[in-house]
C-alpha cells in the first residue's frame, strides 16, 4: 500500500453546535452519503492494491468504482439539500429575512403571475398551505435533481444565505465539473460520443480528481448545513422558541 496514493475523503466537519431539529435530517444524510461514498473509496483503493503492478494502467472496473462515487455523492447532495430546504424554510420564514425575502420574490415573479397553474391553486387552497407552497417552492428551486451551480445558487438564497462568503458565487460555480461529471456517467453512461457516431470508448476518469471533486462537494455540504443552523436558531430566539 506504500507505494499507492490513495483515493480519500477528508474527515467531516464536526456538527453544527446545539444543531437545530430542522437540520438534523439533512446533517444525517449528509454523513451516511459521506460514509457510503468513503467505503466506496475503501474498496477501489483495495482492489488497486491487490494488482500485481500498483503502477499499472487503471482498468475499468477502477474507474467504475469512481463513477459509482459520482453518483453516490450527487445523490446524497441532492437529499442533503432538499431536505435542509424543507425542514429549515419552515421556521426561517417565520421570521422577517432574506429567505422570506427570497421566497416572496420567487412567488410574485413564478407563481402569482397571470393565469395561476393548477399546482399553485392546489397549493393555495391545500389543508395545509403553508407546507404545500413551502414543497411547490422546493421543487421549484430543485427540479428533479440539483444539476449544477445555479441550482446551488437558487438553494443558497432560498435559505438566506447570500452573503455567506464560503458560499459566493465563484466557488459555487467551481464545482460545475463535478455535476458536470455526474451528467455524463448517469445520462450518457460516459460514453465520449454518446450520438453513436464515430468512437464511443468510456472517458477515462481520473482517480484522484474524482476524488477531489466528491471530497469537495461534500465539503460544501457542510458550508450550507453550519449557517443555515445558525439562522434557524436566531429565527427561534426571535420568536421566543428553545431550540431541541
Known sequence: ???????????????????????ERSWARLVATHKSVSGLFVTLNELRAAQDDMRGAVSETHRDQARAAIVFTAAGID????????????????????????????????RLTGDLTAATKKAVVDIDPRSALIDLYVGDLTGASIQGAAD????????????????????????????????EVVHELDLVDPSGKGTRGRRHRDLAAVGAQCDGT?????????PTARAVKQAR?????STP
Open 79 to 110: 437529499a442533503c439539500l432538499r431536505t435542509l430546504l424543507r425542514d429549515s424554510l419552515h421556521t426561517l420564514l417565520l421570521t422577517a429575512g432574506a429567505a422570506h425575502g427570497a421566497f416572496v420574490s420567487h412567488f410574485m415573479a413564478n
Open 237 to 241: 430566539r426571535e420568536m421566543g422558541w
Open 218 to 226: 461534500l465539503q460544501l455540504m457542510h458550508a450550507f448545513i453550519a
Open 1 to 23: 500500500m506504500s507505494k499507492l496514493t490513495l483515493v480519500e475523503l477528508s474527515a467531516m466537519p464536526r456538527k453544527p453546535h446545539g444543531c437545530p431539529a430542522e437540520v
Open 152 to 183: 446551488l445558487v437558487r438553494c443558497r438564497n432560498a435559505l438566506g444565505l447570500k452573503n455567506e462568503p464560503a458560499l459566493d458565487d465563484a466557488i459555487l460555480t467551481g464545482h460545475q465539473p463535478f455535476f458536470n461529471a455526474r451528467h
